[in-house]
């Protein structure tokens, strides 16, 4: 029997598609909503992080949340960019040094962005406001499967 795949989908967008103004800095600079599908069995959390990997210094961090509650179906468009949501999930540091989601600001030409969600067996025991690599760096060995959503953005089209 085969089991179906960990996924991390949205209703703004589909994998490999532009994502939408509003989630951008062009717009309303807001998460995108994103539904969770087939959270594997002994999953204790969940952890998103975002990027860019076309930024032109290297991979830029668009967002991470970890600590997101295994019984998470869904996260809302317009998470609040706070350290601590009421859920009990944690925000890290973006690239630019502020907690929760900062959406797509390309420079120049199209970029991906990578929505990668991630099914833990334990709790990551960091505090708010850590960085993408010490959340990845906690997450080692306690991975159980690995969902990803890309969308790419340019500006002034």
Not at 5 to 32: E, H, K, Q, R, W
Not at 47 to 59: L, S
Not at 67 to 90: F, H, M, Y
Not at 111 to 116: A, L, S, T
């Amino acid at each position: 029997m085969m089991t179906a795949s960990f996924m991390i989908l949205s209703s703004a967008f589909n994998s490999g598609d532009s994502i939408p103004v509003l989630y951008t800095c062009d717009g309303d600079d807001i998460s995108p909503p994103l539904l969770f599908s087939n959270v594997p069995a002994g999953t204790v959390g969940l952890a998103i992080v975002c990027d860019d990997p076309d930024a032109p210094g290297g991979t830029w961090t668009h967002w991470v949340l970890f600590n997101i509650p295994a019984s998470t179906e869904s996260l809302p468009a317009a998470l609040p960019v706070d350290a601590r949501l009421p859920d009990g999930s944690q925000q890290g540091l973006n690239s630019w040094g502020r907690t929760g989601y900062g959406g797509p600001c390309p420079p120049s030409g199209t970029h991906r962005y990578f929505f990668r969600a991630y099914a833990l067996d334990c709790v990551i025991e960091l505090p708010s406001r850590a960085r993408a690599e010490q959340v990845l760096r906690a997450m080692e060995g306690h991975v159980l499967m690995t969902a990803e959503l890309m969308g790419t953005y340019s500006r002034g089209r």
